[in-house]
């Protein structure tokens, strides 16, 4: 199983990013799907999941600003990010708990870099 995350980038405060994760391998199907972000000389915070049945979570941090939503059909997670502020410059990792036949276990994607700067 391979988790390939993308749409990071350069963007001036107050803009929009949507961030995107796919999962593929041998998926038998996916639990619980979840967006961290790690900035410098910190540890990688939770910053929003989203559960097979669209349960949501948002950090207090990104309340209001972003959506987190998934397509089970292609095994994808993305993340909205609207009015984008410089502390949330850092680097995305999505997570995604997947079961592969008889198998269970948390994947993690290699990470993208949003920077939001002016």
């Known amino acids: 199983v391979q988790l390939q995350a993308s749409g990071g980038g350069l963007v001036q405060p107050g803009g929009s990013l949507r961030l995107s994760c796919a999962a593929s391998?041998?998926?038998?199907?996916?639990?619980?799907m979840a967006w961290y972000h790690q900035t410098s000389g910190k540890q990688c915070e939770l910053i929003a999941s989203i559960t097979r049945i669209s349960s949501t979570y948002y950090a207090d941090s990104v309340k209001g600003r972003f959506t987190i939503s998934r397509d089970n059909a292609k095994n994808t997670v993305y993340l909205r990010m609207n009015n984008l502020k410089s502390e949330d410059t850092a680097v995305y990792y999505c997570?995604?708990?997947?079961?592969?036949?008889?198998?269970?276990?948390?994947?993690w994607g290699q990470g993208t870099q949003v920077t939001v700067s002016s």
């Open positions: 997570k995604m708990g997947v079961w592969s036949g008889a198998n269970a276990g948390d994947y």
């Open positions: 391998g041998s998926i038998s199907s996916i639990g619980t």
